[in-house]
């Protein structure tokens, strides 16, 4: 009864090499598809996460600033400092100055003053430069730069800041001790290096409380 299927043949050696190497090369491509995704995935997954580190430091910045406490009845040894400095080629600017937690987060166990520096450093080991912000609720006049210092951002490749008086002139350097006031604006641009490309911000915030 099965004489009908005689004249039915089995797939030769050679045929089944061809299958084999079509499934392979099918195979090739669906793993090769898999890992671009993967990749963008990863790409996309770390400049969200950047974009996040970003506008957190920004917000840290503004409220230092806009907390910036000046205080009349200290101007001697109140101090307030933009230094304009270059590390490495790049613009590598600090800032130095007193401040508080009056408009701080009510949750956080904030002390009322205390000294706040940001500052770029160089790593020898990798060969870049990152941000860092430094803290200590022990104001010394005569040591302000003091604090642990904390990296807020790596694989910077600009830390401007500039002050002005009236918004419209800018200069790239402030002390309190020579001019005896704050600024009315103060500028901050940062360039860093992400996945390989070079991304650019800027953004002004105003200083804010006066202590009579």
């Not at 840290?60 to 000046?70: A, G, R």
């Not at 307030?80 to 956080?108: M, Q, R, W």
């Not at 490749?157 to 604006?185: A, Q, R, Y």
Request: charged share 20%.
């Amino acid at each position: 009864m099965f004489s009908k299927y005689k004249h039915l043949k089995g797939l030769t050696l050679i045929e089944i090499l061809i299958v084999i190497s079509l499934i392979g090369v099918l195979f090739v491509g669906l793993f090769g598809t898999y890992f671009q995704i993967r990749n963008i995935i990863i790409t996309q997954s770390k400049s969200s996460i950047d974009n996040d580190r970003m506008s957190a430091l920004i917000f840290t910045i503004t409220k230092d600033i806009e907390n910036v406490l000046f205080e009349p009845w200290n101007q001697k040894n109140y101090f307030f400092t933009v230094e304009k400095l270059v590390s490495h080629g790049i613009e590598s600017d600090a800032i130095n100055f007193c401040t508080g937690s009056l408009y701080g987060n009510p949750e956080l166990l904030q002390a009322n003053f205390y000294s706040v520096t940001y500052f770029t450093d160089y790593n020898e080991e990798n060969g870049s430069t990152s941000l860092y912000r430094s803290e200590d609720v022990f104001i010394d006049y005569k040591k302000s730069k003091n604090g642990i210092p904390v990296p807020v951002m790596n694989n910077i490749e600009k830390f401007k800041i500039e002050c002005s008086e009236n918004g419209k002139d800018w200069i790239s350097d402030w002390k309190f001790s020579d001019k005896k006031k704050l600024p009315s604006n103060i500028k901050f641009t940062i360039s860093w290096l992400e996945s390989g490309l070079q991304r650019n911000i800027d953004f002004q915030v105003t200083p804010g409380i006066l202590l009579k």
